[in-house]
Nanobody, 118 residues
Framework: QVQLVESGGGLVQPGGSLRLSCAASASIFRILHMGWYRQAPGKQRELVAAITAGGSTNYADSVKGRFTISRDNVKNTMYLQMNSLKPEDTAVYYC????????????WGQGTQVTVSS
């Protein structure tokens, strides 16, 4: 069983930055494929960024060049650095574990709200 706890969301002005964190309970964190997903009101949940156990990353086209995903296998924590935020980035952001490049895994965090507004 993997428990995930997100933090770092909040209200930020357009052009601003936030860093999300996802702390995992499991010592097997280092072998897990991890990802960040988001869901805006009235829209489907979508992949934002993912990182493999080996550190390879992939991003949604809408966030490339602005967001950076990373992981610290000593702290069992994944991060999402979000820069140059836009109003369309407003959503609930979810941490996901044990998925793959093509689909999410079975473990989800509770979500953290990110609101980009002036």
């Amino acid at each position: 069983q993997v428990q995930l706890v997100e933090s770092g969301g909040g209200l930020v002005q357009p052009g601003g930055s936030l860093r999300l964190s996802c702390a995992a309970s499991a010592s097997i964190f280092r072998i897990l494929h991890m990802g960040w997903y988001r869901q805006a009101p009235g829209k489907q949940r979508e992949l934002v960024a993912a990182i493999t156990a080996g550190g390879s990353t992939n991003y949604a086209d809408s966030v490339k060049g602005r967001f950076t995903i990373s992981r610290d296998n000593v702290k069992n924590t994944m991060y999402l650095q979000m820069n140059s935020l836009k109003p369309e980035d407003t959503a609930v952001y979810y941490c996901n574990a044990a998925g793959s490049a093509s689909k999410p895994g079975n473990y989800w965090g509770q979500g953290t709200q990110v609101t980009v507004s002036s």
